[in-house]
């Protein structure tokens, strides 16, 4: 069966600062990988997805992440915080037709 | 192009009462699902349509829970009895056909339910 962890259920940083949201999966067959935001009130929203191509991919407002099947992990990273990516993140898994989420994780970024 | 839209975006109610969400899909996507976002948890699937068709159901709780997608296109869910642990935001997506490809999911902004 599959699932999604997510490290971490808040983050906090500084603005300017390096984010790093953790996620690991599980999975019996190469997974699609996905991280969406959520900003309050809102619905989700793609970030980016990993869909057996290309191990680091790019994604809106400069968020990336890199696939790593030995550590089965698919971590988000910013190289610099700002204000606006306060927001809840949520690490996702799709290779029966059907999306599995992690928990979110939370992301503060403080003045 | 519009995105998904939902209403009421916030319903309070007393546990044993019944409550109706709609939901109305991004126009040509043929496949919508319903979510259940527990506060502190990731969305669920509740149950996912093709058309006017059930796909997926497993993980909807049939003795409380309906949804219904007449004429493929707008869809509601109900709730009938409410309990304390059905508070939650319920999140309606909408894709169009996946036809074995990986397709993206579009949310709406979700109804936020809680029950007291």
């Known amino acids: 069966a599959q699932s999604v962890t997510q490290l971490g259920s808040h983050v906090s940083v500084s603005e300017g600062a390096l984010v790093l949201l953790r996620c690991n999966y599980s999975s019996s067959v190469p997974p699609y990988l996905f991280w969406y935001v959520q900003y309050p009130n809102q619905g989700l929203q793609l970030l980016l997805k990993y869909t057996s191509a290309a191990t680091l991919v790019k994604g809106i407002n400069g968020f990336e992440a890199e696939f790593k099947k030995s550590e089965t992990s698919f971590h988000l990273t910013k190289p610099s915080a700002h204000m606006s990516d306060a927001a809840e993140y949520f690490c996702?898994?799709?290779?029966?037709?059907?999306?599995?989420f992690g928990q979110g994780t939370t992301l503060q970024v403080k003045p | 192009e519009a995105g998904v839209a939902q209403s009421p975006r916030y319903k309070i109610i007393e546990k044993r009462q019944s409550v109706a969400f709609w939901c109305n899909p991004i126009?040509?996507?043929?496949?919508l699902y319903w979510y259940q976002q527990i506060l502190g948890q990731g969305p669920k699937l509740l149950i996912q349509?093709?058309?006017?068709?059930?796909?997926?159901d497993s993980q909807l709780p049939k003795d409380r829970f309906s949804a219904e997608r007449l004429k493929g296109v707008d869809s509601t869910l109900k709730i009938q009895p409410a309990k304390l642990e059905d508070s939650a935001v319920y999140l309606c997506?909408?894709?169009?056909?996946?036809?074995?490809?990986?397709?993206?999911?579009?949310f709406g902004p979700g109804t936020r339910l809680t029950v007291l």
């Open positions: 997506a909408s894709s169009l056909d996946r036809e074995g490809q990986w397709v993206e999911q579009f």
């Open positions: 349509f093709q058309n006017n068709g059930v796909v997926d």
């Open positions: 126009s040509g996507h043929a496949t």
């Open positions: 996702a898994v799709d290779n029966t037709g059907k999306l599995i």
